[in-house]
């Protein structure tokens, strides 16, 4: 009897995930990819294998039924990560080509299962189109269709021998990464069409995503209906298509609700009349595909279960522009003649949200420890029930979970639940990973140093107008930042929060989550309670900035740009200037520069400026709030 070690996995993760302009597309996306996964884990159970990574118990084959792909209820449990890791035995054998024969077997069986599972959702995406009269590119659709899978896989034999201080198991399990590497490296470049048909894409547009693959929209363009969400000139692959019908529209939130959240809570306190009169307006636009119901977060939006574009007057206007139908140009009146007034009178929602990310480090060395299939699955069943925990930790902060692969996340967060969310997701990742250093390492998890796996998460603070594309390469890049220089003692174990202007400016933060970095979190949350309350002026971060401009362009001394800070302090005053600045919080803020002198920056005053502007933007709930950066005041 001989025991193999499968790896496979599927992409391209940019293809599936990343390419996405709405978040109905990155949602989609990351739904698609799973639902491949499963089948292919299926497919290995089938077989014979057994699954060490992911766990048997979260490939649920009731997902692959025959309706599956016309559900409705499909829930934020079922994301799987894209690598496949399985144990198979075979019969013994003095040819080792039979067990070679059956192995690419069963790779191959895996291989057809997640080509006829794709086949199957573009069998009923383009269903939904034609059904709505739209007239595909079907030799466009059928080769991209075709194409859009990418396979890895890769497999070693368990030896029956140790060699050095490893274990057989670790052997083997290092033997096959360094084979997939290497099958990864030597990537298919086969066309989609015959080389003979070299000019079959010109003059077709690129799909609007990445402009990697030709549109297969017709090439004659009308009113597309509205339930597609295609923008004027917008451009869909195959791909493209069927993440725009995947799924039921109320299982994602538009990343504008997230933005409008603690506007809508301001009047569900303030002016509880006025946002049932909002609800009500909401109700026919919703019926005209103008805008969309939600129920992806459950009680938490309750009060205002809508996707919210609408309540930001460039989307309005644009809408009333843009429609062409009679009733629905009244309904968008009707609400505008609602949001007029309560624009004037509570500010127009602040239209900035924040795309969470976040992914293990370190979990690679941690793997390696295991010396046996079991362990590994110990290792898999942590990262798994962290994984479930995910949407509720992002449920609390009034977000959503769009996927958790593991310790693999994306979460959609409005700005007042960024630090509390990204906190809650290191706890509960570091509490189930704990247990298995003491297990695997044999020391405590605060005395295992560089071996511990920890979490790295990076979020970005965006306009809602920008592109949802461009919004996660920014996520990715705060991800980056968070991982911090390669001098650190430890790399990542923190939060990346990187605030991007309209104006172009970005700016950031790095927030560890170990001891020396929990002054940097209480710092940060004493200035967003400062600029809730209305204890610090507005133009505080900005004068801050100016100050460390000013002074490092005179070239001035620690002890002098001290005493400009302080003096500074002693002339802000609130709104209206009715006081000075409350003591305390002038004392904390000179207390905190005095700490940052001692780092990098000498006068403490950049860092200090940063921190202040990103905890503006965090306790904003209308654009007024924003200052004369982007309110223009």
């Keep these: 009897m001989s025991t193999w070690l499968i790896e496979i996995t599927l992409g391209p993760v940019q293809g599936f995930i990343a390419a996405a302009r709405r978040s109905r597309d990155l949602w989609a996306g990351s739904h698609l990819l799973s639902e491949l996964v499963r089948a292919a884990a299926l497919s290995l159970l089938d077989s014979g294998a057994k699954l060490v990574y992911p766990l048997r118990s979260r490939v649920k084959r009731e997902k692959l039924a025959e309706d599956s792909i016309k559900r409705e209820d499909l829930a934020e449990d079922s994301n799987l990560s894209n ?222 279960p809508y996707d919210g574009g609408l309540l930001f007057p460039e989307r309005l206007e644009v809408a009333l522009k843009a429609s062409g139908d009679d009733h629905a140009i009244d309904a968008l009146q009707a609400l505008r003649r609602i949001l007029v007034p309560l624009w004037r009178e509570h500010g127009r929602p602040c239209p900035y949200a924040v795309l969470l990310v976040a992914d293990g480090d370190r979990m690679g060395r941690f793997i390696d420890r295991a010396v046996d299939p079991a362990q590994h699955r110990q290792i898999s069943q942590a990262v798994a029930t962290f994984a479930d925990q995910v949407p509720a930790i992002a449920g609390a902060q009034r977000g959503q979970c769009v996927f958790a692969g593991g310790e693999d996340l994306t979460l959609f967060l409005p700005l007042a639940g960024v630090i509390d969310g990204a906190r ?92 020396a970095g929990a002054a940097d979190f209480a710092a940060l949350d004493a200035w967003r309670a400062a600029y809730r309350d209305g204890r610090a002026p507005g133009r505080l971060a900005y004068e801050t900035r100016a100050l460390a401009d000013s002074g490092q362009r005179l070239g001035v001394s620690a002890a002098v740009s001290e005493s400009e800070f302080l003096r500074l302090l002693q002339r802000c005053r609130q709104r209206g200037g009715e006081m000075t600045m409350p003591l305390p919080l002038q004392e904390s803020l000179l207390a905190r520069r005095q700490t940052l002198a001692a780092r990098a920056d000498p006068a403490g005053l950049y860092t200090l400026a940063d921190e202040l502007l990103i905890a503006r933007w965090l306790s904003a709930v209308s654009e007024g709030d924003l200052g004369r950066v982007e309110g223009g005041s």
């Excluded at 306190?269 to 005209?288: D, H, I, K, M, V």
């Excluded at 979020?459 to 911090?484: M, N, S, T, V, Y």
């Design 424 to 515: 809650a997701l290191q706890r509960a990742f570091s509490e189930r990973m704990a247990p298995l250093v003491e297990r695997l390492c044999g020391v405590r998890p605060e005395e295992a140093g560089a071996e511990v796996p920890t979490l790295r998460v990076g979020a970005a603070i965006c306009h809602i107008q920008e592109p949802l594309g461009l919004i996660r390469q920014r996520a990715a890049d705060a991800e980056k930042f968070a991982k911090g220089a390669p001098d650190l003692p430890v790399s990542g174990n923190a939060l990346g929060l990187r605030l991007y202007l309209r104006s172009g400016a970005e700016i950031g933060c790095r927030l560890g989550f170990d001891a």
């Design 83 to 304: 690598i496949l890791l399985a144990s198979l035995e075979t019969a013994a054998s003095p040819d080792e080509q039979v067990d070679l024969r059956r192995l690419r077997q069963v790779v191959e069986d895996a291989r057809r299962a997640t080509r006829d599972r794709l086949q199957a959702f573009a069998a009923q995406a383009a269903a939904d189109w034609q059904q709505a009269g739209v007239s595909l590119r079907q030799d466009f659709w059928a080769a991209q269709v075709a194409d859009a899978i990418e396979f890895y896989a890769g497999w070693v034999r368990i030896p029956a021998h140790d060699e050095a201080q490893t274990t057989a198991y670790q052997l083997a399990y290092r033997r096959l990464k360094l084979t997939l590497a290497a099958r990864k490296n030597t990537r298919d470049f086969a066309p989609m069409f015959p080389a003979e048909r070299w000019d079959i894409g010109a003059g077709i547009p690129k799909n609007s995503f990445d402009g990697l693959r030709e549109s297969v929209l017709p090439p004659q363009r009308r009113d597309f209906p509205a339930r597609f969400g295609l923008s004027a000139g917008e451009q869909l692959d195959a791909l493209g298509c069927i993440k725009r019908v995947v799924g039921r529209q109320e299982r994602f939130t538009a990343l504008s609700r997230f933005a409008a959240d603690a506007w809508l809570q301001r009047l569900a306190a303030e002016a509880p009349r006025a946002l049932q009169a909002l609800r009500t307006a909401y109700e026919p636009l919703c019926e005209a595909r103008l805008a969309l119901a939600t129920r992806a977060v459950g009680d938490a939006f309750a009060c205002f």
